[in-house]
């Protein structure tokens, strides 16, 4: 479903401006400039007609049927710090930027939250924590990135490996569709299985589907403090080795994987005192309850130890381990710092965790680039970051080669293309060898059948 059936870019903008208050539609180029791209950078990005920023659902809807009339694509946007082109404007589209949304009210007795889109990870966490709750999923974005933007995207983070991803917090939305209706999905109830499993289908969705306007999240109670261990390894291989060993016996609150790259692009950005020799770096924590945390804990330094660890750390201390896990989020802005990057977000299943690292090793040495790669390696979720030169034709030219045979990699793993960022527009070429022709048919079904005109994020993921 590449682009608009038909799409009007002269069309009357006096009257969306006319139903909506007088500083929601922006039409200027220089103003426009900053809602035109995600954290992707997509050279691709179209320039839109206007720029919309409602204030609540019914500028929303009134924005969405003023396109539904004049098949005007319109691109759902957040925070813009997602990874995979999903909200790139599309050239004489809008953008629907959901930035002034930002509405947090947590019901302490049902231990829900109703959020609206625009309101950060961030927000919602310490929200909740003001009223002795708490909001789990955590991406390493969870300071800059939107909810409504890690529901569109199913996004995980750090304790996904135990705590699971978004579609486990979410329980009911409100969302405007492609012809301008507002629908209520679930809602503030644990079991609900009335009609199809409609909440699910939209997250994840991208917005290809409809436009979130309100989220009911699941909150509970913190988990205990927990412990921290940090593992260094001469080799990703024998650090992946050990996460399959812990995996196979117990699941920790967090089990991240950072290579010898990845380490020394956040040492060079940003000195945190971590082990430039190292092959690769774990770190792992326990919240288990009472004596039960000392047992994980031990459990993952033996297993450390029968992989070949060169050094096991362990702290009982909250600030010195959060420390060592905001080392771990750093490393994007760090690998940025180094050239042009591809950001990629494959996965497979825990155990062939060590072959996915050594393949995305050898494509890295067959085109000659640099490929830090973090990992959610709890849950086999690696991010292999291709960096290049953009001003030289050939390294880019190898870097997409690069791009396309870690993907390629992952799916003859049995694995995905997409654990957490979404397909977007820099994955679509991707996606069908890895779901196979019926279910890309399945897809575009879906997808016709919500929006037959094809006005909602044309071009993203199908």
Not at 27 to 54: K, N
Not at 253 to 277: F, I, K, T
Request: a negative charge; proline letters at 6%; one cysteine or more.
């Amino acid at each position: 479903m590449d682009g608009m059936d038909t799409a009007d870019p002269t069309a009357p903008l006096d009257q969306l401006r006319a139903s909506l208050p007088a500083d929601v539609v922006e039409t200027r180029p220089d103003s426009m400039e900053a809602f035109r791209r995600d954290w992707s950078r997509d050279a691709g990005a179209g320039m839109p007609l206007a720029v919309v920023r409602p204030r609540d659902a019914g500028e929303v809807q009134a924005t969405v049927r003023w396109a539904a009339e004049h098949r005007v694509p319109v691109v759902p946007r957040g925070a813009g710090s997602g990874l995979s082109g999903g909200a790139s404007a599309v050239g004489g589209g809008l953008v629907l930027s959901l930035d002034r949304m930002r509405a947090i009210d947590v019901d302490v007795a049902t231990q829900v939250a109703y959020v609206e889109p625009g309101a950060l990870n961030a927000e919602v966490k310490a929200a909740a924590a003001e009223q002795g709750l708490w909001y789990a999923p955590d991406p390493a974005s969870y300071a800059i990135s939107s909810i409504g933007g890690n529901v569109a995207t199913n996004a995980g983070g750090l304790c996904c490996v135990k705590y699971g991803v978004t579609a486990d917090y979410v329980l009911g939305m409100d969302v405007v569709l492609a012809d301008g209706r507002l629908v209520t999905l679930g809602g503030p109830r644990i079991k609900d299985v009335a009609g199809l499993s409609l909440v699910q289908l939209f997250v994840g969705s991208e917005g290809m589907l409809g436009v979130i306007t309100r989220v009911v999240l699941r909150l509970q109670p913190p988990p205990p403090t927990p412990a921290t261990l940090v593992a260094t390894f001469p080799t990703t291989r024998s650090a992946a080795d050990a996460v399959v060993a812990i995996r196979s016996a117990t699941r920790p609150s967090m089990l991240e994987l950072m290579d010898a790259a990845s380490v020394n692009a956040v040492e060079d950005h940003r000195a945190m005192g971590l082990d430039r020799s190292a092959g690769a770096l774990l770190i792992g924590r326990s919240d288990a309850p009472g004596a039960a945390r000392a047992d994980e804990v031990a459990l993952m330094e033996k297993a450390c130890a029968e992989a070949g660890a060169v050094e096991v750390f362990v702290t009982e201390d909250a600030d010195e381990g959060e420390m060592f896990a905001e080392a771990r989020r750093a490393a994007f802005p760090a690998i940025e710092t180094r050239g042009s990057v591809m950001l990629e977000d494959v996965g497979v299943p825990v155990p062939l965790l060590p072959d996915l690292l050594t393949a995305i090793a050898d494509v890295a040495e067959r085109h000659d680039l640099e490929i830090p790669t973090v990992a959610h390696a709890g849950d086999g979720n690696t991010h292999p970051i291709v960096v290049f030169d953009a001003a030289d034709p050939a390294s880019v030219e190898r870097a997409h080669a690069a791009f396309a045979e870690v993907m390629a990699a992952a799916i003859a793993l049995g694995g995905t293309i997409t654990g957490e960022h979404g397909v977007g527009r820099a994955k679509k070429a991707a996606l069908p060898d890895q779901l196979g022709e019926d279910v890309m048919d399945l897809n575009r079904r879906v997808k016709a059948a919500l929006d037959p005109a094809n006005i909602l994020n044309p071009g993203a993921v199908l």
